[in-house]
């Protein structure tokens, strides 16, 4: 899901990428200051080591000790990174201070110094955001480069350098900290949320599998109540298949809150447990794993009290609009399949999928809506309560509530079928691979195909359907919408990395297995409210959302305006110093 305004919390991953190899960093370091070394001679004959005692032997030196010293303070920083801050500084250092060689080689002490008090506020800002929040922690290792160079610069300026550049990093230092309070006081003020503190369990998650984001958004998330609709398959009194759909959302992302709800269901029940995509957007994304406990809990509550249907009817196809429905009787419940495929078929809002069950309780007490979530277009909004969509939605689920007295039964028999993909979590795939339920009536056999991924590429379905609509009547496929997949990027639906010709053959395997062990099965319905589930809570990522933009809208040219106003400082402190 993603609206023009919407901040998606897997989208700061654009930003992250590998730190090179130390040993390259140090190598472009040292080749960088040899070079200024020579060229110092020219423009400045005093300076003839400037590239060696200015940038790379101070550099060096903070390479070395940022990553002890963050170790010590009980927090991490690979060599790699540490090795990389020190180049990039060295570089914006390099750029300013020879920038004013253009204009007087008098001014270079001017500039040295404005560099130095630059790239420690620039230190710092990294420092925080991705090791240590707390500024007092960072602030000895944000000046580990810029001490090192005030000292060794001593040998290269004359004496009133040293106190000209001590004030100059007092001056930028405290207007870093400023910006970096002004980062933070929106989202604090509002949600109690300490934006640095975020992006330190954020790093930490993609880089160690961290889940400290889970304490934030327990910060900020809400209890609800929610629905929890399921399809118990058993056959010989053992059960074979649990078909369940969840009305809370499986991100944000990762295996942070209900990212693998898929997974964390299956380890809890015996058998093959099934875990399509219920109604709800991401402001219904549980803010911890743990929550998943609470829905486990609220399944097993009636499993030994359930009744058991030895029929089902023939699967039919319902139409309104561009909202197709597979529609299919199990027992007393009735099982919903919902597309609007080949056109996006995205979340539907909590409240229609709300409203179209509360409606079909006139039929049935278990009614089983899955949004198939199995087309993703470039438009991926969510589908909002009132709008045409919903209202599609909303008059093709009425069409089959009137079908459901008419539904012939038969026998039921069914075949299941998991296959594992040699595929990974970025390549589309979460844990749970590829499902399949095969259902036989009547002399029609129905097969819903479910992959563990989020959403799927635009067309695939249609080209599966094709593909094997002369092996079953009837054919549908969805999607688990697990975010699990969504650690790198928030678009990486099912058939986009992974071509659909290599996934032919591993749903053709699985159709094989499911349509080879069919025979006469049982079936019962069952409706649970899950309690107390915790989530991030309606309309919250929206509140975010608006906070997060007007804070950046404004912080751009607040920065600007701080860091122009300390230039200004540096130049009234040169003048009064010289």
């Known amino acids: 899901m993603a609206t023009a305004g919407d901040v998606r919390i897997e989208r700061l991953s654009r930003y992250l990428f590998n730190a090179p190899s130390w040993p390259v960093s140090l190598l472009i370091l040292i080749i960088l200051g040899l070079i200024i070394d020579g060229a110092s001679i020219r423009i400045y004959g005093r300076c003839t080591f400037l590239g060696s005692l200015g940038f790379t032997i101070p550099a060096v030196l903070a390479f070395f000790l940022t990553k002890p010293y963050i170790d010590l303070s009980g927090k991490?920083?690979?060599?790699?990174?540490?090795?990389?801050?020190?180049?990039?500084?060295?570089?914006?250092?390099?750029?300013?201070?020879?920038?004013?060689?253009?204009?007087?080689?008098?001014l270079l002490s001017l500039s040295f110094a404005i560099s130095l008090g630059f790239i420690s506020g620039i230190r710092l800002m990294v420092l925080v955001a991705i090791s240590d929040y707390r500024v007092a922690h960072m602030l000895p290792p944000a000046l580990f480069q810029a001490a090192a160079a005030i000292i060794l610069g001593t040998l290269l300026f004359p004496p009133p350098f040293i106190i000209l550049a001590i004030v100059l990093l007092i001056v930028f230092v405290l207007m870093f900290i400023l910006i970096l309070w002004l980062i933070e006081r929106p989202l604090q003020r509002a949600f109690n949320i300490r934006v640095l503190s975020f992006l330190n369990a954020f790093i930490a998650h993609l880089t160690d599998g961290s889940k400290g984001m889970e304490d934030f958004f327990r910060e900020i998330g809400e209890e609800v109540y929610v629905p929890q609709v399921s399809l118990f398959f058993r056959k010989d009194r053992k059960f074979n298949v649990i078909f369940t759909v969840p009305n809370v959302h499986p991100g944000p992302m990762g295996d942070i809150g209900g990212g693998n709800i898929p997974r964390c269901l299956q380890g809890a029940f015996e058998g093959i447990v099934m875990v399509p995509h219920g109604c709800a957007t991401h402001d219904?994304?549980?803010?911890?794993?743990?929550?998943?406990?609470?829905?486990?809990?609220?399944?097993?509550?009636?499993?030994?009290?359930?009744?058991?249907?030895?029929?089902?009817?023939?699967?039919?196809?319902?139409?309104?609009?561009?909202?197709?429905?597979?529609?299919?009787?199990?027992?007393?419940?009735?099982?919903?399949?919902?597309?609007r495929s080949p056109l996006r078929t995205e979340d539907l809002d909590f409240n229609i999928g709300m409203t179209i069950m509360a409606e079909g309780h006139r039929v049935s007490r278990d009614i089983l809506f899955v949004d198939a979530h199995n087309c993703m277009t470039r438009d991926m909004t969510p589908v909002h309560p009132a709008?045409?969509?919903?209202?599609?939605?909303?008059?093709?689920?009425?069409?089959?509530?009137?079908?459901?007295?008419?539904?012939?039964?038969?026998?039921?028999?069914?075949?299941?079928?998991?296959?594992?993909?040699?595929?990974?979590?970025?390549?589309?795939?979460?844990?749970?691979?590829?499902?399949?339920?095969?259902?036989a009536a009547g002399g029609q056999t129905t097969a819903y195909v479910l992959f563990d991924g989020n959403n799927i590429q635009e067309g695939v379905r249609e080209i599966i359907q094709a593909r094997f609509c002369g092996i079953v009547d009837e054919i549908e496929v969805m999607t688990t919408d697990s975010h699990v997949v969504n650690t790198i990027s928030g678009n990486n639906p099912v058939g986009y990395r992974v071509p659909v010709e290599s996934l032919i053959p591993l749903v053709e395997k699985a159709l094989e297995d499911a349509l080879a062990n069919i025979s006469v099965a049982e079936v019962a319905g069952s409706t649970v409210e899950c309690e107390k589930i915790v989530i991030f809570g309606s309309q919250r990522i929206a509140q975010l959302a608006s906070t997060v933009n007007a804070m950046l809208s404004l912080i751009a040219p607040v920065s600007i305006a701080l860091l122009l106003l300390a230039f200004l400082l540096s130049l009234i402190a040169y003048i009064v110093i010289t």
């Open 284 to 339: 219904f994304n549980l803010v911890s794993e743990k929550e998943i406990g609470k829905i486990v809990h609220a399944m097993r509550g009636p499993m030994n009290d359930l009744t058991y249907y030895p029929t089902v009817s023939r699967s039919e196809r319902i139409q309104s609009g561009s909202v197709s429905l597979l529609v299919q009787r199990f027992g007393d419940a009735l099982l919903i399949v919902s597309t």
């Open 387 to 439: 709008t045409a969509i919903a209202r599609e939605y909303m008059d093709a689920s009425k069409k089959a509530f009137d079908r459901y007295a008419q539904m012939e039964f038969y026998p039921l028999q069914i075949g299941v079928a998991h296959l594992a993909v040699p595929y990974s979590r970025e390549e589309g795939f979460g844990d749970q691979g590829i499902q399949v339920l095969v259902v």
């Open 76 to 106: 991490q920083m690979t060599w790699n990174r540490s090795a990389l801050l020190a180049l990039a500084c060295t570089i914006f250092s390099v750029i300013l201070s020879l920038s004013v060689v253009v204009f007087s080689v008098s």
